[in-house]
């Protein structure tokens, strides 16, 4: 165990940006739980992954504007796609969608066959690097995170099954490349159960999502262990506590 990874300056733009990711996913992710469609973020981050993994091929800087249209249109064409089974195929929507995921997944593989560091850019997609994220890159997140919110807190009775579709491509889109597939989903859905059964889920979720994301950051500096598979377990321990735990305790109050 070691205190040198306890660095507000590493810490602080990882904890603000997982800040800035719940804000728009708890809501988000309470809404796909309603929805019955679990898998769908797993589906829409792939193919934005997808996305960046081909404006790679095309020698596109890592960040620059090029990769994020790519990224973003990927996500968009997802979002009109399952949007569109969804109304068609209702009844087989998520074998469609679990099958959208495998091959934009697979896709990714054969794009990254050929680098010899394909194997390393196929982990930071799924797992992420968290501890990088800068001050610099948090602006962009927070102009996104801003827009979905308003659009969602003002709108939400009136999106469609198109206009989320849509919203929520955008969000996963933002999100997947500072933190990686998998704490995409942790983030979305893993406050989403915690949360059912509460008296306000949305704060509940909140919650949650704010205690593992601080805690696992915590924990993965002191262990020295992979931040994102730390905090997605953090989350998922949080969750527990308070799904089981707190509401029993409150009950037997």
Known sequence: MSFEGLELSILGPAFIAGLMILATHVPLGQEVLKRGIIFIDLAIAQIAGLGVIAA????????????????????????????????RYQQFQEALIGITFVLASTASILLLADNPHGGESLKDLLVGQILWITWDQLLPTALVTGFIL???????????????????????????????????????????????????????GYVIGVLGYGLGLIASSLLDLPSGAIIVWSIAIIALLVKFVIKNDHKIA
């Open 56 to 87: 790679y091929r095309f020698g596109w800087e890592t960040h620059g504007w090029q990769v994020q249209l790519v990224a973003l249109s990927s996500a968009l064409i997802a979002a009109l796609i399952l949007g569109w089974l969804e109304k």
């Open 150 to 204: 308003i659009i969602w807190f003002s709108f939400r009775q009136r999106l469609n099954h198109l206009g989320f579709y849509l919203l929520f491509a955008l969000a996963v889109t933002s999100s997947v490349q500072l933190i990686g597939v998998y704490l995409v989903f942790a983030s979305l859905i893993i406050p989403a159960l915690g949360s059912v059964g509460h008296r306000n889920v949305l704060l509940t």
